[in-house]
């Protein structure tokens, strides 16, 4: 079975600085790797998705992950951090069972921005 | 705009009662998901549907119902046999047709009191 591993529960950084939350996933196969994020008491949102091809994927809000086989990682990025990327974030690898799509989701990292 | 619904928002309920949580979506989307959320936990597979009167159950279904009907709703119902049901409870749902990408509603907090 998947798993996903979220190292960071919380990390704080300050506006404007960059940020990397790491993610790493164990699948037998090439995994559909996704980030959601989601506000306090609100629903998960798609930041990015990565199903093949370039390892390097654009997201919304200005975010980027990069998929590295080797390392089993799928660690998202964003080069300046604003106050309002302040949310919980949840890495997560699909499966596709040929009827459909099973998400198996990391425990979450929380991110604070300071001002 | 074309989205999922899910209410009511805020549920209380007292020990020993069912509940039913609802979910209905105008995607047109033939999949549909029920999550489980915790702190600390992340979101974990209740019960998923691909068609009209068929599902599945997920990773931890002891303690929930669902049914699905029509191809927009797909109702939980949180049952006196789930020993702890206080939680965030998210509806999803996705097109049938390869790895496709979750859309979720915007969740239903339910409180045992």
């Known amino acids: 079975a998947q798993s996903v591993t979220q190292p960071d529960i919380h990390i704080t950084v300050s506006e404007g600085a960059s940020l990397e939350l790491r993610c790493n996933y164990s699948?037998?196969?090439?995994?559909?790797l996704f980030w959601y994020v989601q506000s306090p008491g609100q629903g998960l949102q798609l930041l990015l998705k990565y199903f093949s091809g370039d390892t390097l994927v654009q997201g919304i809000k200005g975010f980027e992950a990069e998929f590295k086989r080797s390392q089993s990682s799928f660690n998202l990025r964003k080069p300046s951090v604003h106050w309002s990327d302040a949310a919980e974030y949840f890495c997560?690898?699909?499966?596709?069972?040929?009827?459909?799509?099973?998400?198996?989701f990391g425990t979450g990292t929380r991110l604070q921005v300071t001002l | 705009d074309g989205g999922i619904t899910q209410s009511p928002k805020y549920l209380f309920r007292k020990e020993g009662q069912n509940v039913t949580l609802s979910c209905e979506q105008n995607l047109n989307h033939d999949a549909m998901y029920w999550y489980r959320q915790d702190p600390g936990q992340g979101l974990r597979l209740i019960y998923y549907?691909?068609?009209?009167?068929?599902?599945q159950k997920g990773d931890i279904a002891e303690g929930y119902s669902v049914s699905r009907e029509k191809k927009e709703s797909f109702p939980l119902t949180v049952t006196s046999a789930q020993k702890n049901p206080t939680a965030f409870y998210l509806c999803?749902?996705?097109?049938?047709?390869?790895?496709?990408?979750?859309?979720f509603g915007a969740g239903s907090r339910l409180t045992v009191l």
């Open positions: 549907s691909q068609i009209v009167n068929d599902f």
């Open positions: 699948y037998g196969a090439t995994p559909y």
């Open positions: 999803a749902s996705s097109m049938n047709s390869g790895a496709n990408v979750l859309t």
């Open positions: 997560a690898v699909g499966v596709w069972s040929g009827t459909a799509s099973k998400l198996t």
